[in-house]
């Protein structure tokens, strides 16, 4: 169990990371990190490290595109948590 959290946490603090070295680059119209890249980091649990850092750095907030994948990959996560939580009763 404290290596899955240990997961949780490091994935978190990358797509965070990410996020915002990726919002700099933009700022700069420098090479930019992937949006596959940022989606596979929320997908395997970077959920809530992704959307802490689109609305603290305002990152993405604005592209309708990206708003709508993101929101699939966090509807899929919770229906996926609550089946697990109802499964395990």
């Known amino acids: 169990m404290e290596i ?3 997961y949780f946490l490091l994935i978190n603090v990358l797509v965070f990371i990410f ?3 990726d919002k700099s680059q933009a700022r700069k119209n ?3 990190v992937p ?3 940022l989606f596979l980091m929320a997908l395997t649990g970077g959920s809530p ?3 802490t850092a689109m609305l603290l750095f305002k990152h993405k907030t ?3 595109s990206f708003i709508v994948k993101f929101a ?3 509807a899929i996560q919770t229906a996926l948590i609550i ?3 109802n499964y395990k009763k």
Do not use: P
Request: hydrophobic share 45%; aromatic share 8%; no cysteine.
């Open 30 to 32: 420098n090479r930019r």
């Open 49 to 51: 490290g992704l959307l």
């Open 35 to 37: 949006e596959k890249t």
């Open 83 to 85: 089946a697990y939580l």
């Open 19 to 21: 996020a915002g070295y």
């Open 4 to 6: 899955l959290l240990l």
């Open 72 to 74: 699939l990959i966090l």
């Open 62 to 64: 604005s592209k309708t």
